[in-house]
């Protein structure tokens, strides 16, 4: 069953969900805004690849299911500690005909994607607002170097399975794809709001330890550090930063933008 959804709104936009007699959506919570009286409204630890959606044929599941639920619930709630997260999802069932809206968190753009089961979607922490429950959340970790240097790109949520996910981004969206531009492209790692399996996340330094080198990390405000991306696939980027965005409300207030150091010490939020 398609879900049936419309993005509205220019600057700040949300998303107008249409559900279907006994089809289920969830979203992170916060990002609920309202719903019509026959939508009933659960709160869950869980995900729907550790139970959370709408539950299997055959009834009940035994002791052994239970238990392996449980464990899920308990590593899937640990991980999304660990990575900064809501603990908790909130799911919207209509028992007619109903509506639910939601939205993001920041002043930008939304975005509904459709899985068919053959590729998978990351999307940075921040992103994700809501998604049918044939569609199984998970974290993917970039560890090591990689994740260090990257911010931002050191959680990812990943999206698999068959239906709608909707998420949400700063400022605008642009849409790019790597193999267009010779197979790699270089992007603020604040930039980066979700692409599609098959695309290699990646982070360099910028330049040498050199007097240019330098000159970029302390007065371009960009850090040490840019993101790469390469591959042939949908890669989605925003033109606003959260810290960007704090700057220019820092600024506004009459406070320094980033300091005598620019962005040398500076750490991604957005």
Same mark, same amino acid.
Request: net charge negative; aromatic share 8%; charged share 15%.
């Given at each position: ?34 719903? +019509? ?55 919207? +069932? ?133 993101? +790469? ?37 500076? +750490?991604?939020?957005?």
């Amino acid at each position: 069953m398609t879900l049936q959804q419309e993005i509205v709104g220019n600057a700040m936009q949300m998303a107008v969900v249409n559900l279907q007699p006994g089809q289920t959506v969830y979203c992170e919570a916060g990002k609920f805004l309202f719903k +019509t009286a026959n939508v009933s409204m659960e709160t869950r630890l869980s995900g729907p690849s550790q139970g959370g959606g709408q539950q299997a044929q055959g009834g009940a599941p035994g002791m052994g299911g239970m238990l392996r639920q449980a464990v899920g619930t308990a590593m899937q709630v640990g991980q999304r500690a660990l990575a900064g997260e809501s603990l908790a999802f909130q799911y919207f +069932t209509s028992q007619g005909e109903g509506t639910v809206g939601f939205a993001g968190v920041l002043p930008g753009e939304m975005r509904a994607l459709e899985l068919d089961g053959t590729r998978a979607w990351f999307a940075e922490k921040d992103a994700f607002v809501a998604a049918e429950s044939s569609v199984e959340f998970g974290i993917a970790w970039q560890g090591g170097r990689t994740g260090r240097s990257g911010g931002e790109g050191f959680v990812l949520e990943k999206f698999t399975g068959r239906g709608t996910v909707i998420i949400a981004g700063s400022g605008n969206f642009i849409d790019l794809n790597p193999a267009d531009f010779g197979g790699r492209i270089e992007v603020d790692t604040g930039c980066i709001v979700a692409f599609e399996e098959g695309i290699q996340y990646g982070v360099q330094r910028i330049g040498g330890l050199n007097r240019q080198g330098m000159m970029n990390a302390v007065f371009g405000g960009e850090g040490l550090s840019l993101a +790469t991306l390469e591959g042939n696939g949908r890669v989605i980027l925003q033109s606003m930063t959260i810290e960007g965005l704090a700057n220019a409300l820092k600024k506004a207030q009459g406070g320094d933008k980033q300091g005598p150091t620019g962005g040398l010490f500076s +750490t991604h939020t957005g």
